[in-house]
Nanobody
Framework: QVQLVDPGGGLVQAGDSLRLSCAVS????????MGWFRQAPGKEREFVAT????????DYADSVKGRFTISRDNAKNTVHLQMNSLKPEDTAVYYC????????????????WGQGTQVTVSS
């Protein structure tokens, strides 16, 4: 059974940092690109960041470039999202996802999803 467990959200103030982690089990982690998406209330789910199977290729949404960093540890089957200089508009439920692709910014490319974790940034 494939599981993506992505705790780590919380309530922070604008300008603070937060690190999200996603632990993956039930699949060959190194065969999957990993991504982070988010969904704010009343909005569609949107792409945040993606990292290739090896970790060498990375892509970010323009809204988070320079502030967020995605990384992965293939030995520990985990993917992380370091979020710095958080803004109120970053408030959303954040989801990690795994896709048997090279790299993907579209949610339909992903096969497995975590349950999501709430990140709230107060002004």
């Amino acid at each position: 059974q494939v599981q993506l467990v992505d705790p780590g959200g919380g309530l922070v103030q604008a300008g603070d940092s937060l690190r999200l982690s996603c632990a993956v089990s039930g699949l060959t982690f190194s065969n999957y690109a990993m991504g982070w998406f988010r969904q704010a209330p009343g909005k569609e789910r949107e792409f945040v960041a993606t990292i290739s199977r090896s970790g060498y290729s990375i892509d970010y949404a323009d809204s988070v470039k320079g502030r967020f960093t995605i990384s992965r540890d293939n030995a520990k089957n985990t993917v992380h999202l370091q979020m710095n200089s958080l803004k109120p508009e970053d408030t959303a439920v954040y989801y990690c996802a795994a896709g048997e692709v090279t790299l993907a910014t579209i949610d339909k490319e992903y096969d497995y999803w975590g349950q999501g974790t709430q990140v709230t940034v107060s002004s």
